[in-house]
């Protein structure tokens, strides 16, 4: 499935990410197993997965400056979701997650601003093919679109999962394109990265285009910074 020029973006991460510990169902770097079983309460595929072993966590360690931390998540994404890929219509497939964790302080940068554009352009890349990116971040509680209490995670981390398609577009309203591609998605073993350039500078240049409209405001008038807020 995995094309030469896609094998060729998805270069090992190194440098801003020193990786910790690789898709293991129990970390040790950071405690993760409390979190998960609380949260089992709001996903019904989660319990399941963990029971079979199919919930993997793979940790990094921030170690570079924003934008170079920025790039190498993104790469971590895209190589856990190459490796998803072929995995996601065999029997429990449903029940495979992938979870990039993000541990380390970067100066002048919180994990929220680290992630947001990486996650954009991996949902953006992945969904049309059936992969849902998330993302959560350390401390910081959530609220569902019902009004439920989600529990802080102990760590900042992007999952990355097959999509469930009659449920998951209803997380990106903000979105309504993106929604749409989730809805009808199909692999067909193609490379996402045809016809984008590889580069990170020149994929997040690129992935202002994908970007809603910004609404009016006095201190911003044009196209937004960052991508749109999203629970996914």
């Given at each position: 499935?995995?094309?030469?020029?896609?094998?060729?973006?998805?270069?090992?991460?190194?440098?801003?990410?020193?990786?910790?510990e690789a898709s293991t169902i129990r970390p040790t770097s950071v405690d993760i197993s409390g979190y998960a079983r609380?949260?089992?309460?709001?996903?019904?595929?989660?319990?399941?997965?963990?029971?079979?072993?199919?919930?993997?966590?793979?940790?990094?360690?921030?170690?570079?400056?924003?934008?170079?931390?920025?790039?190498?998540?993104?790469?971590?994404?895209?190589?856990?979701?190459?490796?998803?890929?072929?995995?996601?219509?065999?029997?429990?497939?449903?029940?495979r997650c992938e979870n990039i964790v993000l541990l380390g302080d970067v100066p002048g940068a919180r994990h929220r601003?680290?992630?947001?554009?990486?996650?954009?352009?991996?949902?953006?890349?992945?969904?049309?093919?059936?992969?849902?990116?998330?993302?959560?971040?350390?401390?910081?509680?959530?609220?569902?679109?019902?009004?439920?209490?989600?529990?802080?995670?102990?760590?900042?981390?992007?999952?990355?999962?097959?999509?469930?398609?009659?449920?998951?577009?209803?997380?990106?309203?903000?979105?309504?394109?993106?929604?749409a591609a989730l809805a009808a998605a199909d692999d067909d073993g193609r490379d996402v990265f045809e016809h984008i350039?590889?580069?990170?500078?020149?994929?997040?240049?690129?992935?202002?285009?994908?970007?809603?409209?910004?609404?009016?405001?006095?201190?911003?008038?044009?196209?937004?910074?960052?991508?749109?807020?999203?629970?996914?």
């Amino acid at each position: 499935m995995t094309t030469g020029r896609t094998s060729a973006a998805l270069r090992p991460t190194a440098g801003a990410l020193r990786l910790v510990e690789a898709s293991t169902i129990r970390p040790t770097s950071v405690d993760i197993s409390g979190y998960a079983r609380q949260m089992t309460a709001h996903c019904p595929y989660l319990a399941p997965s963990l029971q079979q072993g199919l919930t993997t966590w793979t940790v990094y360690r921030a170690d570079g400056d924003a934008e170079a931390v920025q790039a190498e998540l993104f790469h971590a994404g895209a190589q856990a979701a190459e490796w998803l890929r072929p995995l996601l219509n065999r029997p429990h497939g449903l029940l495979r997650c992938e979870n990039i964790v993000l541990l380390g302080d970067v100066p002048g940068a919180r994990h929220r601003d680290l992630m947001a554009w990486p996650h954009w352009v991996l949902k953006n890349l992945y969904g049309p093919v059936g992969g849902m990116f998330g993302k959560f971040y350390a401390g910081e509680e959530e609220v569902t679109a019902a009004g439920h209490r989600i529990p802080a995670a102990p760590a900042s981390f992007l999952p990355v999962r097959a999509a469930v398609r009659r449920r998951d577009p209803r997380f990106l309203a903000a979105t309504p394109d993106l929604a749409a591609a989730l809805a009808a998605a199909d692999d067909d073993g193609r490379d996402v990265f045809e016809h984008i350039p590889t580069e990170w500078t020149e994929i997040r240049t690129w992935a202002q285009h994908l970007l809603p409209p910004a609404k009016p405001s006095p201190s911003s008038p044009g196209t937004p910074a960052s991508p749109p807020p999203s629970r996914s």
